[in-house]
């Protein structure tokens, strides 16, 4: 099944299908160590970033996950990226993920963007939970996903290696 990247909007954001041209936006995100610090991915150049991209696709193109390119309303600035990955019909869940660029922090930008992404996923993808898997060193996350409305169900400790270290992870969720 593949997914269309609808258009969402609120008074002061313009969420959109992630194009060819955010290339360089997003390789400004994804190749700052503020970011990438608890981020999966990180590049270290534009012809890097563009597996990147073709991710992005291949989410839509599987089914399997969306991602927006998170922009203001009035003149498109580009703001940062938001998405669900792992996206199952069968069990009616997806994984959230979202990062902003650090001159966007603090503004409730990304607020506003995970409720409308998740009233998306609710309404229209018709799921019933998306989670969200935190490093537990990310305070800013953890945080803003309280506020919008998750719960904290857990920690995975020493789950992951990263850098050559052990890293934990803790679960948060959002139920329909």
């Known amino acids: 099944m593949s997914l269309a990247c609808p258009t969402l909007k609120t ?9 060819d041209h955010d290339l360089f936006n997003i390789f400004e995100g994804l190749s700052n160590l503020l970011i990438t610090e ?19 696709k291949n989410l839509e193109e599987t089914g399997t996950g969306i991602w927006w390119a998170i ?15 792992n996206l199952s019909e069968t069990h009616q869940k997806a ?8 001159e966007y922090w603090g503004k409730g930008i990304m607020k506003d963007a995970i409720e409308l992404v ?4 609710f309404t229209k993808l018709n799921l019933h939970r998306i989670e969200a898997l935190v490093e537990s060193e990310n305070k800013n996350s ?14 995975m400790v020493d789950c992951e290696i990263k850098n050559g270290k ?11």
Do not use: H
């Open 11 to 19: 008074d002061s954001l313009l969420l959109r299908q992630i194009v």
């Open 38 to 56: 608890y981020y999966a991915v990180s590049f270290d150049s534009l012809s890097a970033t563009k597996e990147q991209m073709q991710w992005f």
């Open 71 to 85: 922009t203001s309303m009035v003149n498109q600035t580009f703001y940062g990226a938001i998405g669900f990955n």
């Open 95 to 102: 994984e959230i993920g979202f990062w902003l660029l650090p």
């Open 118 to 121: 998740c009233s998306y996923a």
């Open 142 to 155: 953890k945080i803003i996903l309280l506020k919008s409305g998750f719960d904290y169900e857990g920690t």
């Open 166 to 176: 052990f890293i934990s992870l803790e679960s948060y969720a959002k139920l329909y």
